[in-house]
């Protein structure tokens, strides 16, 4: 059966480390991957698309990467900040149709 | 831009009630889409519309549920009759464009629902 696991802990990090989330997965074959912030009682919030044929995209202090032989994504944030904290959220997308990851909370300690 | 306007936020009814969420997209986008999301399953797509016209309905659980797109700048999901287990928060997302390369989605604050 398709699944998609992201970290199953929540992760707690020093303000100005680099927090790295994973997404791994099985029995898929996505086009693109999208990674997703979401904080409590909000809606999630795009953050980065990577497609199948990238192996890294790069905004300001986020990256991802892609690896498709792997079926592993990577998400790092660096030098993160308290307003860091949220839940980050992996897409696999075939098509018009995402399939979310359970998420992974992240908090950042001052 | 507003984005994505779902309402209402909460809704607490009883079971056996009908219950109807409300969603407005954003202004020129062709893409809509429901999405349920609990603690034990995550974020479930429900069903996809594009260009008001429905696309794909696989995600809705049973003939309980049922959702309408008469225009392009208004949907409903409707509930009936509700039971304890739909209790959940219900997101509505629009994007502009659905191709392989699929734009991101924008999604609204969702609709916290609670069915006793």
């Known amino acids: ?110 | 831009d507003a984005g994505v306007i779902q309402s209402p936020r909460h809704e607490v009814t009883e079971m056996g009630q009908e219950v109807t969420l409300r969603c407005k997209p954003i202004s020129g986008h062709n893409s809509l889409f429901w999405y349920r999301q609990t603690m034990m399953r995550g974020l479930e797509l429900l069903i996809y519309f594009n260009n008001n016209v429905p696309i794909d309905d696989s995600g809705m659980p049973e003939d309980r549920f049922s959702a309408k797109m008469p225009n392009a700048s208004f949907s409903t999901l409707k509930i009936q009759p509700s039971e304890p287990r739909d209790s959940a928060v219900y997101f509505c997302a629009s994007s502009q464009t659905v191709t392989i390369d699929n734009e991101k989605l924008f999604f609204g604050s969702g609709t916290q629902l609670s069915v006793l």
């Open chain 1, 1 to 110: 059966s398709q699944k998609i696991e992201q970290n199953s802990e929540a992760l707690n990090i020093q303000e100005g480390k680099t927090a790295t989330l994973t997404c791994n997965y099985t029995n898929y074959s996505p086009a693109y991957l999208q990674w997703y912030r979401q904080d409590p009682g909000r809606g999630p919030v795009f953050l980065l698309l990577i497609r199948e044929n990238e192996k890294e995209k790069r905004k300001e202090r986020l990256k991802v990467t892609f690896d498709t032989t792997l079926k592993q994504s990577l998400f790092h944030i660096t030098a993160s900040q308290p307003a860091d904290s949220a839940t980050y959220l992996c897409a696999l997308g075939i098509d018009y149709k995402l399939s979310f990851g359970a998420g992974t909370t992240v908090t950042v300690r001052a």
